[in-house]
């Protein structure tokens, strides 16, 4: 599927919700996903599915739209990816996740880039994901102006118009729900593009929540101050980065040669390694351990003493500290980051907080490097998001269990189970029948509308003989006592059977897996736990049946 826009509708003008400049110039279908491939992937990163469910089939597409140029005095062209729940009858949300840092034009969400799969796995859950690749990467032209606020913000937000662009397009509908998150380079962008709509579109649309992950906040702070340290840096070419893509948008860096900046041979040996076919492992292979070794001595000096240096301004320009967020923020981070250092979520929440900031949390996630962090600050933003949407967690995917009927009687059954979160839920079956179980019944066709206390409604049809030969228990809620929790629960248990108990902590680890032997009840001593929510997965090793569910333990 490929559709191309006149001239006259890029320059009309939308009414009423959209009222803005048509962004999006063509879209392509990429690819489909069944959530049962989604929840492997899930599965392969060592998240159980009593953790993240995925509940909807998706689709992929690929999006060129129209943005703003790096300094703003032209419009030129970029490129993302959108993703979107199949048979998903509320309004969704929208979440924008901004990818962290890549040299390559390829190696972004349009191109299907691993960070592709996090939009992936979120449209699965329910929410339509726009995936901006940024200015200079994809298929836009020039040089990525790596952390560049601007261009960032303003590529990201012209990404979500042209999602919803596409999502009218494509008979999607959306809320008004907006979730920012991204992590590394994507958490500077996610603030980036929170400051820009609150600062100059809250009459288009608004921040519902904003998830920076081990961002650079203040890359003229905490940033600068470790690279002028002179130790060895992990990722070194982060600074000729930078210092290119500031040029690009700035152009008053060095005046007519990068030799003023850059000693030999790296004035030379650089500048081509950023055309976008390199990687930055590459680039960071090529740099000196210690960046400050590539840089003039002179003009680190005068970066140094003089506040008005021009590279010092552009940083300055690029620091997200220096506002006052009206929408929750979180920031995610882990304390031995050796790319992006963990002062960066302080220095902001403390800024923030200061300026009278409503709602700011900074949540330090243990002692992980900056690989080893992503998950946790991944999962948590998951569900921090599912509380605050009104959309994603009203209807779930509903386990089935049937009851074989015998020949030619009346005597089966089919009976639906939801999760507890999705609140008051009404049934209307073919039958007439108005609960969540349907009885006395023989082979056939059966169909039920699910209602839910908001007015979403999603129809499920079952045939009674395929569902007899593919058989599934339903996933029931376990009853829990006491909860909260301080030294042991009681789980209550149906029949006399060997079971298997896992239990995840918010950052999906698993703290314990219990094999175990019982009737009635099980009592698990949990005083050896951190306090905060735990999830529990108890499998029924004899029929195969699973139970979930949570506990605060204080």
Not at 46 to 70: H, Q, R
Not at 125 to 141: E, F, K
Not at 203 to 213: H, N, P
Request: net charge negative.
């Amino acid at each position: 599927m490929f559709k191309k826009f006149t001239f006259f509708s890029l320059v009309m003008l939308f009414f009423g919700q959209m009222a803005t400049a048509q962004v999006m110039i063509s879209f392509e279908f990429v690819s489909e996903h069944t959530k049962e491939e989604l929840q492997d992937i899930l599965t392969d990163f060592g998240i159980p599915a009593v953790l993240a469910p995925v509940y909807y089939d998706i689709e992929v597409y690929k999006i060129t739209y129209e943005t703003p140029n790096g300094d703003g005095s032209a419009m030129t062209t970029a490129t993302g990816a959108a993703c979107f729940p199949k048979g998903y009858i509320c309004n969704s949300p929208i979440a924008s996740y901004l990818h962290g840092t890549t040299s390559s034009k390829t190696g972004v969400p349009s191109y299907g880039s691993t960070e592709l799969v996090i939009g992936q796995l979120w449209a699965g859950r329910g929410y339509i994901t726009s995936l901006p690749d940024y200015l200079g990467l994809g298929d836009s032209p020039g040089m990525h102006p790596y952390v560049h606020a601007k261009s960032e913000a303003t590529a990201s937000i012209d990404m979500i118009r042209a999602t919803k662009e596409l999502s009218d397009e494509l008979g999607h509908s959306f809320n008004d729900e907006l979730f920012l998150f991204g992590y590394s380079q994507g958490g500077h962008s996610a603030v980036a593009t929170f400051k820009e709509i609150q600062e100059n579109l809250s009459d288009e649309m608004t921040v519902t929540a904003c998830y920076g992950m081990s961002g650079p906040y203040d890359v003229a702070g905490v940033q600068t101050d470790f690279i002028n340290s002179g130790q060895p840096y992990a990722t070194p070419g982060y600074l000729p980065y930078v210092f290119l893509g500031y040029q690009s948008v700035y152009g008053n860096l060095y005046q007519n040669s990068l030799s003023e900046v850059l000693v030999a041979p790296y004035d030379t040996t650089l500048p081509p390694l950023f055309d976008g076919t390199h990687g930055m492992g590459e680039i960071n292979d090529a740099c000196t351990p210690v960046p400050t070794d590539m840089v003039v001595p002179s003009y680190q000096a005068d970066f140094e003493t003089n506040p008005d240096h021009p590279f010092r301004v552009a940083l300055e320009d690029n620091t997200l500290t220096h506002w006052k967020p009206e929408s929750p923020i979180r920031l995610y981070y882990c304390t031995e980051d050796e790319q992006v250092f963990y002062e960066n979520s302080e220095v902001a929440r403390d800024s923030f907080l200061n300026r009278g900031a409503p709602d700011v949390h900074a949540v330090n996630f243990g002692a992980y490097d900056h690989g080893g962090c992503v998950q946790f600050c991944l999962f948590n933003a998951l569900l921090s998001m599912d509380s605050f949407a009104t959309g994603p967690t009203v209807l779930l995917d509903y386990a089935v269990a049937t009851e074989e009927s015998s020949a030619g009687a009346m005597d089966g059954s089919i009976t639906l189970s939801a999760n507890a979160d999705a609140g008051n839920l009404s049934f209307a079956w073919n039958t007439g029948a108005t609960g969540p179980t349907l009885e006395n019944i023989g082979a056939g066709d059966y169909m039920v509308t699910v209602t839910s206390d908001i007015g979403c409604e999603r129809v499920f049809e079952f045939n009674f003989d395929q569902l007899l030969s593919n058989d599934s228990p339903i996933l029931q809620q376990l009853d829990i006592n006491p909860n909260p929790a301080t030294d042991f629960i009681n789980i209550r248990l149906e029949e006399y059977s060997e079971y298997r108990i896992e239990m995840y902590d918010l950052g999906g680890r698993l703290v314990k897996d219990i094999n175990f032997a019982a009737d009635q009840s099980y009592t698990l001593d949990v005083s050896d736990l951190n306090d905060g929510m735990h999830f529990i997965q108890m499998t029924d090793l004899n029929s195969g049946q699973q139970h979930i569910g949570k506990v605060i333990v204080e």
